[in-house]
């Protein structure tokens, strides 16, 4: 077997993780993504549960005259606790995501590119920060106004009413809405 070399998903060689055809997989707490988690409902000790599970494969893709794509593919897998907004009790939102990332050298090229393509464009850094990357991809997936599909005591006003009251979002909502039509 070929000795492939270690590679670090927070400070990420884009290039050589392509070139290399190689694979990474791991588990991160929900508790962890700064941004994401107060978009959260905490459970009772104030902390946030659950974990994103994902998985992140390079891939090398020969061009003609000799030169090469780099690309990375991500998976991902979480269960969100959320507020419901209808009936304020706790509910969970499962989300699954999958995205072709294609590296190129500069902005220009990811400009160009970007227009033209389905699948996300992104300028080669050094050190790709995937946990970054993977916490922009589950902001956007968010469900703006997470809800039961039936509310298990609609009429009560259920749950605890207080777990939703500092919960921002209408902040978030407003700063999603930008890339999403309402729905
Ligand atoms: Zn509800």
Not at 19 to 26: H, I, R, V
Not at 27 to 51: E, Y
Not at 75 to 97: F, I, K, N, S, Y
Request: aromatic share 4%.
């Amino acid at each position: 077997m070929k000795k492939t070399p270690e590679f670090n998903p927070r400070r990420l060689d884009a290039r050589a993780f392509s070139k290399n055809g190689a694979t990474l997989s791991g588990r991160w707490p929900l508790s962890g993504f700064t941004r994401l988690r107060d978009a959260l409902a905490a459970s009772h000790d104030g902390t946030v549960q659950g974990a994103v599970d994902w998985t992140v494969r390079g891939e090398e893709v020969p061009q003609r005259g000799g030169a090469t794509q780099a690309w990375v593919h991500l998976e991902a897998r979480t269960v969100l606790p959320l507020v419901c907004q209808r009936c304020l009790g706790p509910t969970h939102e499962t989300l699954t995501l999958e995205r072709d990332y294609q590296f190129v050298a500069d902005e220009e090229t990811a400009r160009l590119l970007d227009a033209e393509v389905e699948h996300e464009v992104l300028v080669l850094e050094r050190e790709l920060d995937l946990h970054a990357l993977l916490e922009d991809e589950l902001l956007l997936d968010l469900p703006l106004v997470p809800r039961h599909e039936v509310c298990p005591q609609p009429l009560e006003g259920g749950g605890n009413g207080s777990a939703a009251g500092d919960k921002p979002f209408a902040a978030l909502a407003g700063m999603i809405g930008a890339r999403r039509d309402s729905d």
